[in-house]
């Protein structure tokens, strides 16, 4: 088994992981646009992302057991917007370390990130190649005939 087909579990794992991080340390969060919010919203919004995550993630497993797209398809959308704002979360705190003078930060916190944006990315492809075989699967109905056989 390839392993980008744990990768619903390891959402799992690391979306309990944050939620009992936020729910008992002490941490202080920024957001990028909405920098006007309270500290305390801003933890609701993550830990209500991070349940969205665990839900999303069991329909992925079971639409990937009971090969049915439908249930994949929100892991699927969601994840490739996921990976959108990870890059531009990346970039934008990487420049942010660069304009307060932290190179060394700035660079490794790019390269690093880029990297995870990279294999988040390979993981997502994997996933939906599984979903558009199950998709044409399921376009091939009783009545279709199979395009690569020879008819005579």
Request: net charge positive; proline share 3%.
């Amino acid at each position: 088994m390839h392993f980008s087909t744990y990768l619903p579990f390891f959402f799992q794992i690391l979306a309990i992981i944050g939620i009992v991080v936020i729910l008992t340390v002490r941490v202080q969060f920024k957001t990028i646009v909405l920098d006007w919010l309270d500290r305390d919203t801003v933890k609701i919004i993550v830990v209500i992302n991070f349940c969205m995550t665990i839900l999303i993630s069991i329909l992925l497993i079971t639409g990937a057991i009971k090969r049915n797209m439908y249930l994949m398809l929100p892991w699927v959308l969601l994840a490739i917007m996921l990976a959108i704002s990870l890059l531009v979360s990346i970039l934008y705190t990487s420049i942010q370390l660069y304009s307060h003078e932290q190179p060394i930060g700035g660079t490794i916190w790019l390269v690093l990130g880029l990297l995870a944006v990279a294999l988040f990315i390979y993981m997502w492809l994997v996933v939906y190649s599984f979903f558009s075989i199950i998709r044409e699967e399921s376009g091939r109905g009783s009545y279709m005939k199979d395009p690569f056989r020879r008819h005579y």
